[in-house]
């Protein structure tokens, strides 16, 4: 009852703050924001919004306050944001916070892809997620509390650089999650640049260090998705990768995702009642909410069998064997 109430006193707090003549401002000004990050507090486009930062801040808080993060960033990211902005550009909804240094940066990062089974349907949109869950297989995003982990580089193939073959390496950096996200390792569930490599063909390059038995490596062509959707982990464009790594390699620090079940299922709540979403003291982004009618969780108890019968019914598949490549 005590837990209840507290959340029911927290969403009438927000619901007032968000309900007045500038919502943004209210709730960033209520809080103990800093004056120079209170300009980045909002629903505009490079901007957080309070809620999103206030729980971002709050795990951050407590991490530090444990002794566990000693890292002067934290880390955010808004998963009811389009992932593109009205430019035609990848809109920043993942947020990089370095309060110490009064820094605040807006990057682009894709959300899960999901999947379209027979017996049920969680896929979504390039623009924007409908779909969300904690469920491992789901290639769904999952909201909540990580702590950045190890990192892991692995080789993908070969591609054309500059002229020449070149090997093509991707660094993994792993999360650990916590509550509803605590089976992230389970998941794999990460982040990492959006890049990846296309495979073609194969050519014998038996001084490579990645060559198989017979002395052959794969080569492809580099994809490029930034702002696009992903399997599930949060993907960053090569740059913006570049200074995230670099950010929290031996020195890990939060990651806030929004939204979480509970927030998911309130505003669907919300949408049937026909009620509108900000006067509930809840939050989405209005664009997506458009787009996609109405959010859905699917929590693992639910999906997980779902996705296993589908694996099950998959014929069994030959090894993959790429053709050779017409050089070389």
Known sequence: MLLNSLRLFMAILLGVA????????AAAQASDTPAWLQDHVGVAEGQIAPVVLARARALYRHKTGLGAIRNPCYMAMDATRPSTARDGTPGGRFYIICEARKSF????????????LPRADFSNGRQCAKHFSNAEGSKLTAGGSYVTAETRTS????????GRRSPFYRTFLLFDGEGETDNARERAIGGHPAVFLKWQCRFRNPESPHADAEGYV??????NYTGGRSNGCTTWSPSASDEILALVEG??????IYPESRDIDAVSDAVKAGKSVSRAGLYWDMACLEAIG????????????????????LPAQPPLQLPICDRG
């Open 155 to 162: 080789f993908k193939g070969y591609f054309q650089d500059a």
């Open 105 to 116: 940066r807006a990057v682009s990062s894709g959300h899960g892809n999901g999947r379209n």
């Open 294 to 313: 109405s959010p859905r969780f699917w929590p693992k108890s639910t999906l997980r069998p779902i996705i296993d019968e589908w694996r099950r019914s």
């Open 251 to 256: 020195n890990p620090t939060t990651l806030y």
């Open 18 to 25: 968000l309900s007045g003549s500038h919502p943004t401002r």
């Open 218 to 223: 794969p080569y492809g062509d580099l994809v």
